[in-house]
Nanobody, 122 residues
């Protein structure tokens, strides 16, 4: 069993900041990639940011320079610092972890959190 628990969502004004956290627990052997996606009603889930086990990062063009993803490998936790928020950032944000649960796992799989709402008012 693997669980991802997100926290830190809520309401912010345009130009403000929020920090999301996602803690991964349970039967974990190795977390390869941790990422944040977001989704609005009627739209596909889109990648916001990703971070590898060595710290390499990748961002959607729409958030570059405003959002920062980081991870604490000792705590199996990923963070998303969101600055200069815009109303267009309003969405449900999902944490994902691409991981293996045993040393025998050949193919990692992705596990998801339940999502946390971020609302940015103008």
């Amino acid at each position: 069993q693997v669980q991802l628990v997100e926290s830190g969502g809520g309401l912010a004004q345009a130009g403000g900041s929020l920090r999301l956290s996602c803690a991964v627990s349970g039967s974990i052997f190795s977390i390869r990639i941790m990422n944040w996606y977001r989704q609005t009603p009627g739209e596909q889930r889109e990648l916001v940011a990703a971070i590898g086990s060595g710290g390499s990062t990748n961002y959607a063009d729409s958030v570059k320079g405003r959002f920062t993803i980081s991870r604490d490998n000792a705590k199996n936790t990923v963070y998303l610092q969101m600055n200069s928020l815009k109303p267009g950032d309003t969405a449900v944000y999902y944490c994902g972890a691409f991981l293996t649960t045993t040393p025998q796992d050949i193919v990692p799989r992705t596990y998801w959190g339940q999502g946390t709402q971020v609302t940015v008012s103008s």
